[in-house]
C-alpha cells in the first residue's frame, strides 16, 4: 500500500494529538491568566495580617483558609489595586468603579458629625482627614469604646477607595456622583457620639448627641438622594444598642448596621434589610502559633463580666450560682478597669469553652473575643442574630444551649464535658480559619470584617434595587401620560 493511501487512514490519530495539544496549552494559559487577577505573592500580603498599616495586628506571617476569596467571581477578583512596576516593586491604581462590586456615594457631611467627634480639626474647610498618611488619623478612643467603632472602620475604608497610596481590596468604591452609586452611605458616628456625648454638660439644654441627630434628621431627609426611594438605598450605622435612639424610627427605611435588634421595633430594622456586624474585639488575637490545644487549657468553662443583668440576662445569675464553685469553671464579675481586658484575653486563651450569654441585650462582644482567642464560644442568647451567618455555619465551632437547658442543674457541665477531645480540636480549628472574618484593620483586607461587611452589603442592595425596579414597571408608563 501506497504512503498517499495510508494517509487518511491515520488522519484522526494526527487530529487528536493536536487536540489534545491544543487543550493542554489552553489550560496552561488561563491558569497563567488567573494568576494576573491575584498574583499569589500579592494575595499572601492581602491575607496576611500584618500588611496592615495603620492598625499593627498580632498575627505575623501565617496563611489563613479564607472561603470566600476561593469563591469570588471574575467581577471581584478583577478589581486589585496593585500593579507591579519594572522594579518588581507594587505599587497603588486608582480603584475602578465598573470593576468595584458595590459603588457608594458618602455624604460631605461636616466633621462635626464623624471625625471632629475625635477632636479632629481640618486645615480650612477640609472634611475629611487624609488617610494616606496614618499619622494624620485621628485614633478611636480604647477600652469598651472600641466594641462598637464600625462606623470609623467603613469610612476610613470608603476614604482610602479614592487614596492614592493605600492598599486594600477595590471591590468597594466610593464615587462622586450619586447617580452611580448603589447605595448612600451616612458618615455619622452614632456610637461614638452616645458614648462620649449623651451627657448634658455645662450649660448645654440638650446633649450634643441628641443635637446631632435631629440636625441629622433635617439634612439626610431634605436631600434628593433620600426623596428618590425614601432612602431605601442609604446606609446608617447604628452599632451601639442606644445609638440614634431618638431617630431611628423616623430613618427606618435605611439599611441599619447593627449588632443585634435587641431594642428595636421589626418594623425599623429586621434581618430583610439589615446587616449584623460583628463587635470589634477588644482581646489580643492569639496567633495560630500560639494557641494552645485541648491539654494545654486547663479551665473548662470561661466566663467574666457583669453577672447581674436584666431582661433575658437574668440566665448570667442563675448560671452563676450553678458554676461559681465547680473547680474547672472560671465564672466571676469583671470589668474594663485596671487589667480587666487582658485578665480576660489570657483566661480565654487557657479555657477550652468560653460563655456568651445573654445580657440587656441578645449580643456582647465577648463571643469575638472567644473567636480570637480560639475558645469554643458556647452562646446561650435565644434571640441572638450573628453576623455573616448566611456563609458562615457556626455550628462547625461553636455550641448552641438554650437558656432554658442552661438553667437545668448538672447539664450545661454534663454537655461540655462530654464532648470529645477530637470533636473540640475540629471546632478549634475551624477558629483558626474563620477567625480573620472578624478583625477591623485599616487598610481593609480581602475577607476582614470591614470586607465582610461590604459584601453583606452587596445582597441587601441587589434585593432593594429588585424591589425599587418593580414598583417602576408601570410609574414610568403614568409619568409619560401626566407629562402629554
Request: glycine content about 6%.
Amino acid at each position: 500500500m501506497s504512503e498517499k493511501s495510508k494517509l487518511p487512514s491515520r488522519l484522526p490519530y494526527y487530529l487528536i494529538s493536536i487536540s489534545m495539544f491544543m487543550l493542554i496549552l489552553s489550560s496552561f494559559f488561563l491558569l497563567q491568566l488567573g494568576n494576573t487577577f491575584i498574583p499569589s505573592s500579592i494575595l499572601r500580603q492581602i491575607i496576611v495580617n500584618s500588611t496592615s498599616m495603620y492598625l499593627k495586628p498580632n498575627v505575623k506571617n501565617e496563611s489563613f483558609n479564607l472561603p470566600f476569596l476561593s469563591s469570588m467571581s471574575s467581577r471581584e477578583a478583577d478589581c486589585s489595586n496593585l500593579e507591579v512596576v519594572a522594579s518588581g516593586q507594587e505599587r497603588k491604581k486608582f480603584c475602578d468603579p465598573r470593576k468595584g462590586v458595590l459603588r457608594v456615594y458618602m455624604y460631605d457631611l461636616p466633621p462635626e458629625f464623624h471625625f471632629g467627634l475625635l477632636g479632629w480639626k481640618g486645615k480650612g474647610n477640609q472634611t475629611w482627614p487624609e488617610v494616606d498618611n496614618p499619622s494624620h488619623i485621628p485614633p478611636y478612643p480604647g477600652g469598651l469604646n472600641l466594641q462598637h467603632s464600625v462606623e470609623y472602620w467603613l469610612t476610613l475604608d470608603l476614604l482610602a477607595s479614592n487614596a492614592e497610596n493605600v492598599i486594600r481590596p477595590c471591590s468597594v468604591v466610593r464615587v462622586e456622583n450619586s447617580s452611580q452609586a448603589d447605595v448612600m452611605f451616612v458618615p455619622f458616628f452614632s456610637s461614638l457620639s452616645y458614648n462620649r456625648f449623651s451627657k448634658i454638660r455645662g450649660r448645654e439644654k440638650i446633649s450634643l448627641n441628641k443635637m446631632l441627630q435631629t440636625k441629622l434628621v433635617q439634612y439626610v431627609t431634605s436631600q434628593n438622594e433620600w426623596k428618590r426611594f425614601k432612602g431605601k438605598d442609604h446606609l446608617i450605622i447604628a452599632h451601639h444598642p442606644n445609638s440614634m435612639l431618638d431617630i431611628r424610627e423616623k430613618l427606618g427605611s435605611a439599611i441599619f448596621v447593627l449588632a443585634d435588634f435587641g431594642r428595636y421595633p421589626t418594623e425599623t430594622a429586621n434581618l430583610e434589610k439589615d446587616i449584623i456586624a460583628p463587635y470589634k474585639h477588644v482581646v489580643r488575637t492569639i496567633p495560630i502559633k500560639e494557641s494552645a490545644q485541648f491539654d494545654q487549657r486547663p479551665t473548662l468553662v470561661y466566663f467574666q463580666g457583669a453577672i447581674y443583668r436584666k431582661d433575658g440576662g437574668v440566665i448570667r445569675q442563675e448560671l452563676y450560682y450553678l458554676l461559681k464553685d465547680e473547680k474547672d469553671v472560671h465564672f466571676t464579675f469583671g470589668s474594663v478597669q485596671g487589667h480587666g481586658i487582658n485578665s480576660a484575653g489570657k483566661g480565654m486563651s487557657s479555657s477550652k469553652f468560653c460563655l456568651n450569654i445573654a445580657g440587656d441585650t441578645p449580643s456582647s462582644n465577648r463571643l469575638f473575643d472567644a473567636i480570637v482567642s480560639h475558645c469554643v464560644p458556647v452562646i446561650i442568647s435565644d434571640n441572638i442574630e450573628l453576623p455573616f451567618e448566611d456563609v458562615l455555619d457556626y455550628s462547625k465551632f461553636c455550641i448552641f444551649v438554650r437558656a432554658s437547658d442552661a438553667g437545668k442543674k448538672g447539664y450545661l457541665l454534663n454537655l461540655l464535658r462530654g464532648i470529645s477531645r477530637d470533636k473540640w480540636t475540629k471546632m478549634w480549628e475551624r477558629l483558626k480559619e474563620i477567625a480573620p472574618h472578624f478583625e477591623y484593620q485599616y487598610p481593609s483586607q480581602a475577607g476582614d470584617a470591614v470586607d465582610m461587611i461590604w459584601r453583606a452589603l452587596s445582597l441587601k442592595t441587589s434585593s432593594v434595587r429588585l424591589n425599587i425596579n418593580r414598583k417602576n414597571r408601570y410609574r414610568r408608563a403614568e409619568v409619560f401620560l401626566t407629562s402629554n
